[in-house]
C-alpha cells in the first residue's frame, strides 16, 4: 500500500510538472507568435515611407496649382513597385500634360478617387523627377464635390502608411 501511494504521489508529480512545462511552452508560442506578427512590416510594394520612392518628396517645397484632369490611370512609379492611381493632367488650354501620383492602387482604385476625366480640380503637391519624367507628388487634391488626401501636411507621411487610427482622425478632419 505504501509503494502505490508513493507512485501516486510521483504520478501526480510528473503530472503537475508536465502541465505547467506544457504550460510555459504554449505561453511562450503565444509571445511568440504575437511578437512576430507585431514585427512583421506590411509588404508596402514600394510605397512605405522608408522606400526610394517616398523619399523623392520633399513636404517643405509643395505647391498649389489649378488643373484640368485629362486621364485617370494605374502606373508604376519605379520599376518593381505595386501600381499606383495617377492623373494625367493639364494646366491651362495650352499647357503641357502633367504626371500627377497619387497612391498605391491596393489603397485607393482609380475608380473610388472621386476624380474624373474632364474635372476642373486644385492641386497640392511636390514637383520632382522620376525615371526621367517630370512629375507631381500629390497631397491634396480637391473638387467642387470631393477633396481626396493622400499625404499629411506637416511633413508628407503618405496616409496608407498611418495607423488605422491615425488614419480615421486624419480624415475625419477632411
Known amino acids: 500500500m505504501k509503494n502505490i501511494l508513493i507512485s501516486n504521489r510521483y504520478d501526480m508529480r510528473k503530472q503537475k510538472i508536465f502541465h ?3 504550460f510555459v511552452v504554449f505561453a511562450f508560442m503565444i509571445s511568440g507568435a504575437g511578437s512576430i506578427q507585431a514585427n512583421d512590416k506590411k509588404d508596402m510594394g514600394g510605397w512605405g515611407a522608408n522606400d526610394t520612392y517616398n523619399k523623392f518628396y520633399n513636404a517643405q517645397d509643395v505647391e498649389k496649382i489649378k488643373v484640368v484632369v485629362t486621364d ?5 512609379p519605379i520599376p518593381g513597385m505595386s501600381p499606383g492611381v495617377a492623373l494625367v493632367v493639364k494646366e491651362g488650354k495650352e ?11 491596393w489603397y ?3 475608380n473610388r478617387i472621386g476624380i474624373r476625366k474632364g474635372d476642373k480640380i486644385s492641386l497640392r503637391g511636390y514637383f520632382t523627377e ?4 517630370e512629375v507631381i507628388m500629390a497631397a491634396k487634391i480637391k473638387n467642387k464635390n470631393k477633396s481626396f488626401k493622400v ?3 506637416s511633413d508628407g507621411t503618405p496616409f ?11 480624415l475625419s478632419g477632411d
Not at 485617370?72 to 508604376?76: D, H, I, L, T, Y
Not at 496608407?160 to 486624419?170: H, I, N, V
Open 20 to 22: 505547467f512545462i506544457f
Open 72 to 76: 485617370v490611370k494605374e502606373v508604376v
Open 95 to 105: 499647357g503641357d500634360e502633367i504626371l500627377v501620383h497619387l497612391c498605391p492602387v
Open 130 to 133: 522620376i525615371n526621367g519624367k
Open 160 to 170: 496608407w502608411t498611418l495607423s488605422p487610427a491615425r488614419l480615421q482622425k486624419e
Open 151 to 153: 499625404r499629411l501636411t
Open 108 to 110: 485607393k482604385k482609380p
